[in-house]
């Protein structure tokens, strides 16, 4: 009877998968026009009114108890642009599934008939170019394609499916400002949180899968070298902070290479240097803006106190007074931490995905130094968590050898059907195997 039982089950999983196929390629078509629409159409961070509204409305009609604009930031008159969208079903866990919304301050040239010719205003009143150049735009139509197939679906699952449309990824304020908001308070308080990033190097529907660290955390830090200017002739008049600065910049390779373990990675990045006026004049200052990526929490303490270390060291070898020493700024407003995938969550995620899409479609995949804000659902892994990767790229490129386009690249342009068909699938069985 056992076997019995196993062989009916085994039947009656693959026939959810074909008719979750066949229910997938109903919905491509338009699934495609709303793709192309939010592409053409992409928002800046703390600006999503737009894409949200669409998110809040198309959920809205699929059932969903949807609540919208949910957060708040710390910075005044900014609205916060969350969507929540419940939906329950009987007694059973609470499955937290996110999409993030935002776009990026770039100027598209994919060429694609869709491509976006979208400017906007920043936050710091700049004219710029806006493109869905980290694929955001197949994140949301992938939400609605999933939120689709679950409502038609209830049968298959049990508990409550918590919808979460998040603002401002890019900038990592947006799932601090829902949290803020009082999230698992208003609405119930999830035992699992999953989300998917599209990939631009795994082929377009692939699913990658990573247990444990998937991400870096991210430090912004900006650091004042400070000196005493004076004359370019007479540097002996003067403290000169850019010699400093490039000194302090040498220097900090020797945090990776000499102060930590090869086994734990870091990256320390001086990604802008400002400092000086005219070309005989030294400068009273040089400001340099930095980026710092762990994965552990206590390598990270450490690499922030050896920047402040070395950036001090090299103003006191140079003879800079105490009032003169460097300043070291660490910008928590725009610093996340770590992504950290349950590895047991993820893991069953992976079996499951393994079982419904075959094991060519899903595999394991290494650990990236980019940084991500969906961890902060988790509330220091008091809640576990899982983020898939899901191949957007076409075989045929990756096939020729030719570059690539990152995220965040200009040129960066989804494959949209495989790679919607692959994401809506994966994330659908994701929330079936959490919620059967």
């Known amino acids: 009877m056992k076997r019995i039982a196993i062989v009916l089950l085994l039947i009656a ?18 699934l495609l026009t709303t793709y192309k629409q939010l592409h053409a159409a992409p928002e800046l961070s703390m600006q999503e009114k737009n894409s949200s509204a669409l998110v809040a409305s198309r ?33 059973g866990p609470t499955l937290l599934v996110r999409s993030d919304m935002d776009a990026l301050p770039v100027q598209e040239q994919t060429g694609l ?6 400017r906007a205003k920043s936050q710091s009143g700049d004219d710029v170019p806006v493109m869905h150049a980290c694929g955001h735009d197949i994140h949301m139509t992938t939400l609605m394609g999933t939120a689709k197939m679950l409502a038609q679906m209830k049968s298959q699952w049990h508990g409550t499916l918590m919808l979460i449309g998040q603002p ?22 999830p035992d699992y949180a999953i989300a998917f990033h599209d990939n631009a190097s795994l082929p377009a529907g692939q699913v990658g899968y990573t247990p444990g660290y998937l991400m870096a955390s991210a430090d912004s830090i900006n650091v004042t070298i400070r000196g005493l200017g004076g004359h370019g002739a007479s540097p002996q008049t003067t403290k000169d902070p ?16 000499r102060e930590d373990s090869p086994l734990d990675p870091v990256v320390v990045t001086v990604g ?3 400092g000086g006026t005219k070309r005989n004049i030294i400068p009273d200052e040089v400001q340099l803006l930095m ?3 762990t994965y552990k929490p206590e390598v990270r303490k450490r690499v922030v106190a050896s920047i402040e270390r070395i950036a001090r060291g090299i103003a006191m070898s140079a003879g800079v007074p105490e009032d003169r020493m460097p300043v070291v700024e660490l910008l928590a407003g725009e610093s996340v931490d770590s992504t950290y995938n349950d590895p047991a969550l993820t893991e069953r995620i992976a079996g499951a995905l393994t079982k419904g899409m075959g094991a060519a479609n899903v595999v394991r995949i290494d650990p990236l130094m980019v940084s991500e804000d969906f961890g902060r659902f988790g509330i220091d892994r008091k809640i576990p968590i899982c983020m898939l990767n899901v191949g957007a790229v076409d075989p045929a490129k990756i096939a020729s050898g030719q570059r690539l386009p990152s995220l965040h690249s200009s040129g960066f342009a ?9 994401a809506i699938k994966a994330m659908t069985l994701a929330v079936l195997e959490i919620l059967h």
């Open 291 to 293: 980026t710092v990526r």
């Open 168 to 189: 401002a990824e890019e900038v990592v304020k947006g799932a601090d400002g829902m949290l803020r908001d009082h999230l698992y308070e208003r609405f119930p308080k």
């Open 272 to 274: 802008s240097i400002h």
């Open 13 to 30: 999983s693959s026939a959810a998968a074909q008719s979750l196929d066949q229910m997938i390629d109903r919905e491509i078509p338009s």
């Open 414 to 422: 989804p494959l949209p059907d495989p790679t919607l068909r692959g």
């Open 59 to 91: 959920l809205k009609e699929l059932g969903y108890e949807v609540t919208y604009p949910v957060g708040q930031y710390l910075e005044p008159g900014a609205t916060c642009y969350g969507v929540v969208a419940i939906m329950r079903n009987g007694t």
């Open 113 to 118: 008939p869709y491509a976006s010719t979208v």
């Open 242 to 257: 850019v010699v400093m600065a490039a000194q302090f910049i040498n220097a900090l390779q020797t945090i990776v290479s």
